[in-house]
């Protein structure tokens, strides 16, 4: 019995793909844009569905614009942030960056933008989309018809940056 039940979990294990994984925002405070986009590029490419389960500000926002809506929930916690991306400048100071705040606001869906032009569009201070604002915009999870099914769970954030392809060896953030 024991071993059917261990050759039962092995299959099951070999079974799970990326495509049954759930991806779980939670406590990210953003980073570089390049970074970002490229992980919620392969994200929107693996099939798994995204549920932001908490904090998500700067630019994590991008998973908006970067995976299709259908497969992004929020929960009752979610908190999204947005503002202005930013570089260094020669002396070391962060200013912001046009071109990347210019790209940023590309990124997001229609609603998102509307929302943030609405709300005084992207300045260097941080403007909060939750509540019923939020779920305007992003699905609810509680409604089971999202990203209902957790059968992996993968967590991830940190630092990201984007190189700014008009001045080069720079770089804009939106932490």
């Avoid at 294990?13 to 490229?38: E, F, H, P, R, W």
């Avoid at 929930?73 to 942030?81: K, Q, Y």
């Avoid at 909060?128 to 991830?156: E, M, P, T």
Wanted: aromatic share 6%; glycine share 8%; net charge positive.
């Amino acid at each position: 019995m024991r071993a059917r039940l261990i050759a039962a979990a092995v299959i099951s294990a070999l079974t799970v793909t990326s495509a049954s994984a759930t991806v779980i925002i939670s406590n990210d405070i953003g980073g570089k844009m390049q970074d970002y986009m490229a992980r919620f590029r392969q994200v929107r490419d693996s099939g798994e569905p995204v549920v932001i389960a908490g904090t998500c500000v700067s630019a994590c926002t991008m998973v908006l614009g970067l995976v299709p809506s259908d497969r992004i929930c929020a929960t009752h916690n979610a908190v999204l942030g947005f503002h202005a991306a930013w570089m260094f400048d020669n002396s070391g100071k962060r200013v912001v960056s046009a071109s990347g705040t210019q790209d940023l606001m590309k990124t997001y869906p229609a609603p998102v933008r509307a929302w943030i032009t609405q709300h005084g569009g992207l300045t260097p201070k941080m403007i909060y989309l939750r509540g019923r604002d939020l779920a305007a915009i992003v699905g609810s999870c509680s409604n089971g018809s999202r990203a209902a099914s957790v059968l992996r769970a993968k967590r991830f954030g940190g630092v990201y940056q984007a190189a700014d392809t008009n001045t080069p060896r720079a770089s804009f953030d939106v932490r």
